[in-house]
């Protein structure tokens, strides 16, 4: 196909660029979402564990997010 401009959206396997370590997020250090607070409160709840800390970083928040998840079973 000459002439069409290649789309890395629909690319089966997209680069290793797409994917980032939390602690290499350029906004990594900024504090933790709504949406992250929100979710983590619920999967603690969930899993009895205690409630997160409310000063936690955006990067701090994700792999607490991640591990809970995967202690319940979810993907």
């Not at 939390?22 to 979402?33: H, I, L, Q």
């Not at 992250?36 to 409160?41: E, G, I, M, P, V």
């Not at 955006?58 to 979810?74: C, F, M, Q, V, Y």
């Amino acid at each position: 196909m000459t002439g069409q401009l290649h789309n890395p959206k629909l690319d089966e396997h997209p680069g290793s660029n797409t994917e980032k370590a939390p602690e290499n997020w350029v906004s990594g250090d900024e504090p933790m979402t709504g949406a992250q607070a929100s979710y983590l409160t619920t999967l603690s709840e969930e899993a009895g564990e205690q409630l997160p800390p409310e000063d936690l970083t955006k990067a701090e928040a994700s792999p607490r997010i991640d591990a809970l998840k995967a202690e319940l079973g979810r993907d």
